[in-house]
């Protein structure tokens, strides 16, 4: 224990920040665990992307200022424009949280990338030490796969035992304590523990030769047959192309990526014994797999510009295709270049991640203007653009360029929110929005749809698949007065479509009905009493007269979130904290719900 806590005292020591960091966010990550959390204090959930980039930008601070051995007040003066720089980042998230908001998420997806990629490259970053620069991401990685290890281990013994004591002494634990164990495992011991391996000799990671066999027999035997099967469906649906003179796919483009990347990272792996006299191979291989991807990159390429072309250009758009342009400079380099130095792979990444994320240049800019270009298109083609800004329809457009201003619409809402569409319309969009729009978010789902109404258009049958969310608001509370029985509904449908209560002299079953349509309630006391609530029909209402497609999360004052049933002499009303389910072609069916059920016996003459 003396040795452990000795070790733990010296990464504590080495890594203030980090851990600062680490702790920070888990903490966070537990408060937000807590019920209600996220709706009390939304801002609170911008404290861990934060503190999560906090963790990889302390970590480059610190390896570089000991492998390029700075002084002290260098090293601190650069922890301290870090520190403001992550301030900075957490005020320009949105108050009421970065996760509502997807540009943000992106964004934060980006910056993580970047960070992450910079730790493998920048105690590296000038020339030379090419073995040093691959025996330092080895160990990171195997330190980061051991970590892991433990860390799942620990998890689940603890997680186990806490279930025990839970069942032997009946403490009713909350769900949300093994949430809260995940993440103090994962975010304090998983990266202290982590950071108590990472590497600090420099100059011996230079010398070191050792190269796990195991590393070289999974790269050999595991990834490269799989590069080898992924070229030769690849192949395959190019010929097909040509053969038939078709335009490719444009998810055939993704496929391109990863198989590059399975086979970049196979060679990547392999560069230290390449100059071994019995692994030349791995030498000729490299050379032939980058000039066998000069016609798979070309048709990425292709794919991706006619999605571009037939639709305009989207976030997700951009990233394929700066990851494709991206990919043709790894192949120009590695087949012109007589250096071959794979430091240019995280180099590349860092920087097309970081400069993707903001600016002029960005994913976001660029994709907003390309669709508003697009929606100024189709407005004006329509006669619904005047003086630069939209009208009414004096005539029905095609239901197909509805639907394109409607999709463009409901991007550039979700993506950029509603500044990206005020400048199309002289009406304050705001204005667009009724008190019952009570939050953020419903708000934020309203608007395409408002905004069509505005323009006179009407949107068609909606079909295809999705997923949807009701949740009620929570800061009211349970009108109890005149019934006798409450029951807690927790997760039904999750496990198990039943669930059942029992008291003194009654049972009550709940169960939901093999179509997941509707809900049923038995009684049982010296009679049976059945009560049936159609959900489908109740839940469908809510959510187009709440939102702009039957999806997405949609928050609503409680009472919206009720429903009554009676019979002769029983009645029972039930208030939903929240419903999951999804849809399919129109066909809507609950997943699961967390409810209070009131229930009173009545007189017969009460009856309504």
């Known amino acids: 224990f003396e040795v452990l806590w000795t070790h733990a005292l010296h990464t504590l020591r080495r890594f203030p920040m980090v851990l600062l960091s680490a702790a920070i966010g888990t903490g966070a990550a537990l408060y937000m665990m807590e019920k209600d959390a996220w709706e009390k204090l939304p801002a609170l959930q911008n404290v861990l992307p934060a503190a999560i980039l906090g963790v990889s930008l302390f970590f480059v601070l610190t390896v570089l200022a000991e492998k390029r051995q700075w002084l002290q007040w260098v090293h601190a003066l650069a922890q301290t424009l870090g520190g403001l720089a992550l301030v900075f980042y957490y005020f320009s998230l949105p108050d009421d949280g970065f996760s509502q908001h997807e540009a943000h998420a992106m964004r934060f997806a980006l910056f993580f990338l970047a960070s992450h990629s910079l730790v493998a490259f920048a105690p590296y970053a000038g020339k030379g030490e090419l073995n040093g620069f691959w025996q330092y991401n080895k160990t990171l990685l195997l330190r980061f796969l051991t970590a892991a290890f433990y860390s799942a281990a620990l998890f689940i013994g603890l997680a186990v035992a806490l279930l025990a004591v839970d069942q032997l002494f009946e403490l009713n634990v909350k769900e949300e304590r093994y949430g809260q164990l995940f993440f103090v495992i994962g975010g304090l011991f998983n990266t202290w523990f982590f950071l108590a391996g990472a590497p600090k000799d420099f100059a011996a990671l230079e010398r070191e030769r050792d190269y796990p066999k195991g590393l070289k027999v999974f790269t050999q035997y595991v990834l490269l047959p799989l590069v080898v099967i992924y070229l030769t469906i690849l192949y395959a649906y190019e010929a097909k192309i040509i053969l038939e003179w078709d335009w490719p796919k444009g998810w055939v483009a993704n496929l391109v990526l990863a198989f590059s990347v399975v086979g970049i990272l196979a060679l990547l792996l392999l560069h230290p014994v390449q100059q071994q006299s019995e692994n030349k191979w791995v030498l000729r291989f490299g050379k032939w797999y980058y000039v066998a991807l000069i016609p798979l990159v070309i048709m990425l390429l292709l794919a991706i510009q006619r999605r571009i072309s037939d639709y305009g250009i989207t976030e997700s758009r951009y990233f394929v295709l700066a990851m494709g342009l991206a990919l043709a400079v790894v192949v120009v380099y590695f087949i012109a270049s007589r250096a071959k130095n794979i430091k240019i792979i995280p180099m590349l990444l860092c920087g097309l991640a970081f400069f993707s994320a903001f600016g002029p240049w960005g994913a976001f800019t660029v994709s907003r203007k390309s669709q508003t270009y697009r929606l100024e298109r189709l407005l004006a083609k329509n006669n619904l653009l005047r003086d630069g800004f939209a009208t009414k329809a004096v005539q ?213």
């Open 396 to 608: 029905a457009p095609p239901k197909e360029d509805v639907d394109q201003i409607y999709s463009i619409l409901r991007y550039l809402n979700e993506r950029h929110g509603k500044e990206a569409l005020q400048p199309l319309f002289k009406e304050n969009l705001e204005t667009l929005l009724t008190p019952s729009d009570s939050t953020k978010i419903v708000a934020r789902h309203n608007l395409p749809r408002l905004t069509l109404e505005l323009l006179e258009l009407q949107l068609g049958e909606q079909t295809g698949s999705g997923y949807w969310h009701l949740e009620a608001q929570q800061e009211t509370l349970l009108p109890v007065a005149g019934f006798e029985t409450l029951i807690h509904l927790r997760g039904l449908g999750k496990k198990d479509s039943t669930q059942s209560f029992t008291d003194e002299t009654k049972r009550y079953t709940f169960s939901l009905d093999k179509d997941r349509r509707s809900l049923h309630l038995i009684v049982q006391d010296t009679h049976s009493d059945t009560l049936r609530f159609e959900l489908a029909p109740w839940i469908s209402n809510h959510l187009h007269a709440t939102s702009d497609a039957p999806h997405g999360r949609m928050q609503l004052p409680r009472e919206k979130l009720a429903l009554e049933q009676a019979l002769s002499d029983l009645e029972a009303k039930i208030y939903f904290n929240r419903v999951n389910g999804s849809h399919e072609n129109g066909v809507l069916k609950v997943n699961w719900l967390d409810a209070e059920v009131l229930l009173r016996r009545r007189e017969p003459q009460q009856a309504r």
